[in-house]
């Protein structure tokens, strides 16, 4: 592919500012995924309750579906 | 007025031209070539030849034309001049659009037409370049476009000169292709076929052409209004290919250098040796090599429970801080005749636990009423597996965009073929 053929095709995409947003949100979306993959971050996780000896304690939903069977099975 | 004011006037403005029906002058700019004129004040169709005026209709003034008579614009460095003006309507169907004819000494005329605050600005083209296509399609510089309507035009209005006898009731029939930002229009008339191509101008372009004028608002979709200038869901299609393909890869990278480490993996009996439910304290265990000082973790919790439930309260504390990571799980299965429900195996995925040495603590509890209490459960930790939740969630964002443009692009299409009677 030749430079001209190129730079047309960069000057036809750049002519619409959603596929400039796209190509930066996705660019986002790809390092977003690198990086939770490096650092073992799951999107959707189980909940965890955090706490530490500071005193500082951080909560997350817990699911009460167990406590349903428990109480109704 | 004097008779002889009147003369002068007619015959300095008007070249002497006279309008048979109300006696005031008339204006003829192109004598040549205009063989028909309508005149200004009494909207008398007159037919000229050899300097005479014969009647041949007279219009009802309606829907005055946006642009005065002789008014000019500048369309590519050339100066043209509005020397006609039409309000037509389909033969058939209560449709309404206006058209003018814009002139310039040397160049082809240009037709302007406005339907529903839409502009069309067409000019002839030659025969040769337009070749038939499939059913109800023509190409145009390798692009095919689509048949939209088929009709016969009804003057209601008219001012300016003519070529044609615009009032006739054996005028053209049209037949208009479509493929936005251009139309074909078909002209098939007594002497053969003439073909126009036109393109869709903007508002802001016509404002530019026409700065002294109030346009009309926007009504709909334009028989080739674009959906977005210089817009193409091919390129987000082409981007989401490329970030699909580099997706996969990194997905097959993380999959393939997962470490899957094993931290414990234990049988965990439930009862103590004096016969209490007793809390579990792991060894102590190390979390390691992380790129950015977390992992996730893979809590599975195997139980062989029936008909009945059992649960653990799991804390993961660092043996180094005291901080401490908690989390519940449990396991239960239920069975009947027809019918099971959930399973005596269960996982928790962990996310962004710190690396560092641990011991897991295990609290566990079991259904009190079940006829099948057990006295073991089994229970694994993995540092690092394989995540494939992110992979997903980033495609289906990485769809959403190009996805959601294509059905507004969809539905955009729809009401503008909605105005056909060809669909789409």
Redesign the interface.
Known sequence: MHMKTILEYYKKFGEHPISLIYLTLGTGFIFLFVYAGLSGWIFFSSPTENWSPDGHTTHRSRSTHHSYHRYHK | MSNSLNEYINEFFYQGHVCPECKKGLTIRNTSTSKYVVCEHCASFLAYNNNKFTLLHTFLKREAPLFPLYSKCTIEHKTYEVISYRYCRDKNEAYYWKEYTLQHPQAPELILTEYQGHWILSKEIHVSQVKKGDSNQIVFNDKKLKLFGSYKILTVNALGEFETNVTSDEGPHYREYVNAPDIITVELNDNGTVYFHGVHISKQEMNSLFPAIQLPNQRGIGSVQPF?????TR??WM??GI?SV??IA?QMV?AFTAKNKILIDRNVYLYDSSGFLAPHVSDEFLIED????????R?SLYANVD???F?TDVSLVNTM??????????V?Y?HGADYSEGSTNET??????PEGRYKLIATAYR?PVTINPISSYTYRLVQ?EV?W???I??LL??LF??LA?ELWKYNFESRRWANSNFGS
């Open positions: 977005m200038k210089g817009f193409s390129w987000l981007l989401f970030f580099l997706l990194l993380f992380t790129y950015f000082g977390t992992t996730n973790l809590y008909n009945s439930w649960e801080t005291g901080q401490e990571i908690q989390f519940q799980q449990g239960e239920y928790a995925s962990l996310s962004y636990i259904d690092e995540i939740i992110n992979f969630l980033i964002a990485l965009i190009p443009m």
